[in-house]
């Protein structure tokens, strides 16, 4: 069974209201798409899962969106505090079938965070689409900008970008690319948006999974999806499945 470590805190930024972005001491190697559990403390009892943003020699990076009592509570931490942190846990990307062609990495939202590593991984001519709601909520572009050979944005409102929905975005890359592997992280209804297009041009896919959690090690039954029918864990099967193992 993991053991959680005393990581810490290197760094703390806070980009836009509500998102905060978190660097700390981590003595374990991790693989994009995994996840961490975070001790938020207060009289906040069960971890609040969190994916990998970046990570390497001795430090791995979260970023978060506040959303509750436990994310409110870790929002408080400071520079030079510790958290106790469980991890990291799942199953990763599989990022060695993504051919020869043009990767491309689809997020929404705070399901941007946990492709960072993985841009940095699929190498140079990986593009990103990146959906959020308006301008004013648009983080780490410069990031994905440094290290995808294109960077997309989308925008519900049109106020920068392309106005509208990132698997519009993603049809007209595929088309005018050659496009061997989507990997993409966001709401269900994106991603069942993503997987379609994925099957309509037979392109290899994987997805991870954005789930409430109570233990994240299987103990619980939390954390459920539905794939071919029947419940799996996701903290144990995935976050990251390959999107024909999933019914959405």
């Known amino acids: 069974m993991k053991k959680s470590h005393i990581c810490k805190i290197l760094n703390i930024n806070n980009p836009v209201e509500g998102i905060y972005d978190v660097i700390v001491s981590f003595p374990e190697i991790a693989q994009p798409g995994q996840f961490i559990h975070v001790l938020c403390g207060g009289d906040t009892l069960l971890r609040r899962p969190i994916s990998i943003c970046d990570s390497g ?6 970023v978060y969106q506040v959303r509750g009592k436990g994310t409110k509570l870790l929002s408080q931490y400071k520079e030079g505090d510790e958290l106790d942190i469980l991890g990291p846990l799942g199953v990763g990307f599989n990022f060695s079938k993504k051919g020869d062609g043009v990767p491309v990495v689809v997020g929404g939202g ?3 965070f946990p492709l960072l590593k993985l841009s940095k991984a699929l190498g140079d001519k990986t593009q990103s689409i990146l959906g959020f709601r308006t301008k004013d909520l ?4 410069d990031e994905f900008d440094s290290c ?4 997309h944005i989308a925008t519900d409102d049109g106020s920068y970008g392309t106005k ?3 698997t519009d975005v993603l049809e007209e890359v595929v088309k005018n690319n050659n496009v061997t592997s989507i990997y993409s992280c966001g709401p269900v209804p994106m991603m069942k948006g993503v997987k379609q297009i994925a099957e309509k041009y037979n392109i290899y896919c994987q997805l991870s999974m954005e789930q409430r959690m109570g233990c994240g090690i299987g103990a619980c039954a939390v954390c459920t999806c539905q794939s071919h029918g029947e419940n799996v864990k996701v903290c144990q099967k995935g976050p990251v499945f390959d999107a024909q193992d999933l019914d959405l």
């Open 57 to 62: 020699d001795g430090w791995l990076r979260f």
């Open 110 to 112: 705070i399901g941007i």
């Open 138 to 141: 648009i983080v780490m572009k």
């Open 148 to 151: 995808c050979d294109l960077c």
């Open 164 to 166: 509208g929905f990132v």
